[in-house]
Nanobody
Framework: QLQLVESGGGLVQPGGSLRLSCAASGFTLNYYAVGWFRQAPGKERELVAAISRSGGDTSHAGSVAGRFKISRDNAKNTVYLQMNSLRPEDTAVYYC????????????????????WGQGTQVTVST
């Protein structure tokens, strides 16, 4: 069974850091482009970062650029999201998603391209 499991969320003070992990089971993640999405209460889901199969190409939303960094370790079948300088507006449920991609050097920027989704992990930034 194909499964993505996120971990690493929690409560953190503004200015703090967290590292989210997205572990794949039942399939080989290095055939997939991966994205991290988030959804805050009352808001639409948004893509915050995406990474190609090789890990050599990444993109980050403007709201998180310079603070968040997506990376992957294909040997561990895992993708990460390092989040620094967290702000209250980063509070959301964070999801990882994987989309099969024949191209090793491109990522996807639209939710429709991602077929597999995790259950999400809550990130709360508050004093």
């Amino acid at each position: 069974q194909l499964q993505l499991v996120e971990s690493g969320g929690g409560l953190v003070q503004p200015g703090g850091s967290l590292r989210l992990s997205c572990a794949a089971s039942g399939f080989t993640l290095n055939y997939y482009a991966v994205g991290w999405f988030r959804q805050a209460p009352g808001k639409e889901r948004e893509l915050v970062a995406a990474i190609s199969r090789s890990g050599g190409d990444t993109s980050h939303a403007g709201s998180v650029a310079g603070r968040f960094k997506i990376s992957r370790d294909n040997a561990k079948n895992t993708v990460y999201l390092q989040m620094n300088s967290l702000r209250p507006e980063d509070t959301a449920v964070y999801y990882c998603a994987a989309g099969l991609n024949p191209n090793t050097g491109t990522y996807y920027w639209h939710a429709k391209d991602y077929a597999h989704w995790g259950q999400g992990t809550q990130v709360t930034v508050s004093t």
